[in-house]
């Protein structure tokens, strides 16, 4: 043979050795592992801000409106908002204590004589009937002071209702009646909004109530703002018509100033109870015309493709469903497009 034939061939056989030798190149691929969390399924609703006092004050005396606040005044617990002129009652108070001093000399005078009767009827120098009648007297005087005291009290206690006080803290929001009018007793004066306790009113259908029920929080949303506030009464009557019952949240008193009544909220309610499901990277998704797959590498980095049904996703990750997948396993989140069954690869990020 050819010497140089012979080094040809030699040759090939050595490169078809080394080639065969090589290990074979694994695809480099990035993984995440699968997440196990508690889902709370949550629905928003559309809801109103209420201040839970919203009262009209009244007159409590008959008489003429001295003084009432105006409109858009801020008016603390126990203050003065309307004055009612108290003279006519001072008047009356004067009298009446006139009368019981009236009264209580009268009562002296016969308390005096009936003693006196009763020394005399010892000796027989008076009757048994004088006595028994001046007894009769005395224990009508005595009656007629505490009647008198009475309408005292009477009349001390209106002249306190001629000044009207704010039964709780809150901005003036209208004036129905101006000073130097008339009123009667429960004549309407003028509406007191309570600015400090307020609550958030919601209407939500009656499907939900089971799962609202046990609801003790309820995030709250407006304008950008958010809050977390505590479920203070739940109405388990629905209305006839709109099939809807209603939610009442009160708003803590830290951020009642920057909320108010008659705003419009959003609040996120529970609609299901709550489960455990994965979710995986939103990039471990890959779509196909069959459905969508994960690729999950096992501890032998070998790929097993998992066919999955995709849920509700937040951010970047989405939650799936799969009985071949669990918390832990390892899927592909770089690299996995071309890959196969039973591919060996290699992790770029471990």
Avoid: C
Avoid at 46 to 68: C, D, E, H, M, P
């Amino acid at each position: 043979m050819n010497p140089y034939l012979k080094l040809l061939v030699s040759m090939v056989f050595i490169s078809h050795g080394l080639s065969a030798a090589e290990p074979q190149q694994l695809t480099p691929v990035s993984v995440e592992q699968v997440q196990e969390l508690t889902v709370s399924p949550k629905v928003e609703f559309v809801g109103s801000i209420y201040s839970r006092n919203n009262a009209q004050l009244t007159a409590g005396v008959a008489g003429r409106l001295q003084w009432i606040a105006e409109p858009g005044a801020q008016v603390q617990k126990d203050q003065k908002v309307a004055q009612i002129d108290p003279l006519p009652l001072q008047l009356q108070q004067q009298e009446q204590q006139a009368q019981i001093k009236r009264a209580r000399i009268e009562m002296d005078y016969l308390h005096g004589e009936t003693e006196r009767l009763a020394e005399l009827a010892k000796t027989h120098s008076a009757s048994a009937f004088e006595l028994a009648q001046m007894r009769s007297r005395f224990a009508l005087a005595e009656s007629d002071l505490h009647i008198a005291q009475l309408r005292l009290a009477q009349i001390e206690d209106q002249l306190q209702h001629t000044a009207i006080l704010a039964p709780y803290s809150g901005v003036i929001t209208e004036r129905l009646r101006e000073a130097g009018t008339d009123v009667n007793r429960s004549d309407a004066l003028l509406m007191l909004l309570d600015t400090y306790q307020l609550e958030a009113r919601i209407q939500v259908p009656v499907k939900y109530l089971e799962a609202i029920r046990q609801t003790e929080q309820v995030l709250l949303h407006q304008q950008g703002e958010s809050l977390l506030a505590a479920v203070s009464t739940l109405i388990p009557s629905a209305n006839m018509r709109s099939q809807a019952f209603e939610i009442r949240v009160s708003l803590p008193l830290t951020n009642s100033g920057n909320w108010t009544a008659g705003q419009h909220i959003t609040a996120s309610l529970p609609t299901a109870s709550d489960s455990n499901r994965l979710r995986v990277h939103r990039d471990a998704l890959l779509l196909r015309q069959e459905g969508t797959f994960v690729v999950v590498v096992d501890e032998q980095n070998v790929a097993h493709r998992q066919k999955v049904i995709v849920g509700p996703g937040e951010q970047d990750w989405v939650s799936v469903k799969s009985d071949g997948l669990k918390a832990g396993d390892r899927v592909a989140t770089r690299g996995a497009e071309r890959l196969t069954d039973g591919q060996r690869v290699s992790i770029t990020n471990s």
